[in-house]
């Protein structure tokens, strides 16, 4: 039997980081050490701190700063807790943008479009959250339980979770026939 010593992780922590790239390395810092002195499982911590990276980019790429900030100037809104029920949830608030957040389906050379996928494949559960101000908020459910033993469960199978759909074959091309004009 296993026992299991659950410290407590602050209520909610929350920071305002600068729109643009400059304070997502500060914020994905100050998650991880909280989380770590909460007791967070690391391979919990480690989806967390991916995922929130993830959610910070998007912000910056996608939405406005809050405020009505013009973009690069402003703030957007990190957050995360550990709720009564055990659940990592993590937040990140933007000033709303012409686009409603949603996973795509980037070609295999794509710069980008893969945030939101990797974030699926991370989660237990995620969506969006409109304010009446304009706000956005993409919220995050990391791990249902942060003080199962089993926690980080979900990154052993990561790998199948994101893979690629097969390629369908073509039976007329053999591998052999690519190199016939190189002769």
Same mark, same amino acid.
């Given at each position: ?20 790239? *400059? $304070?997502? !390395?500060?914020? @994905?810092?100050?998650? =991880? ?6 007791? %967070?499982? /690391? ?27 013009? *973009? $690069?100037? !402003?703030?957007? @809104?990190?957050?995360? =807790? ?6 990592? %949830?993590? /937040? ?45 908020? %993409? ?45």
């Amino acid at each position: 039997m296993a026992l299991v010593v659950a410290q407590e992780v602050p209520t909610s922590s929350s920071m305002a980081v600068p729109h643009g790239p *400059a $304070g997502v !390395g500060e914020a @994905r810092h100050r998650m =991880r050490d909280q989380l770590r002195r909460g007791g %967070v499982a /690391e391979s919990v911590i480690d989806d967390a701190v991916l995922i929130l990276s993830e959610l910070l980019s998007n912000a910056c790429r996608h939405g406005r700063p809050l405020d009505g900030a013009l *973009a $690069g100037d !402003g703030d957007v @809104r990190a957050a995360w =807790r550990v709720d009564a029920c055990g659940r990592l %949830v993590v /937040e990140v608030t933007d000033g709303g943008g012409p686009t409603r957040p949603a996973p795509a389906t980037p070609s295999v050379s794509a710069h980008g479009g893969r945030g939101l996928n990797i974030i699926s494949a991370l989660c237990d559960d995620w969506g969006v959250r409109d304010d009446v101000r304009g706000e956005v908020t %993409v919220w995050v459910v990391v791990h249902d339980d942060v003080h199962d033993p089993d926690a980080g469960h979900r990154r052993d199978d990561f790998a199948a979770r994101i893979t690629a759909p097969p390629v369908a074959a073509l039976p007329e091309l053999s591998f052999a026939d690519a190199f016939d004009d190189l002769d």
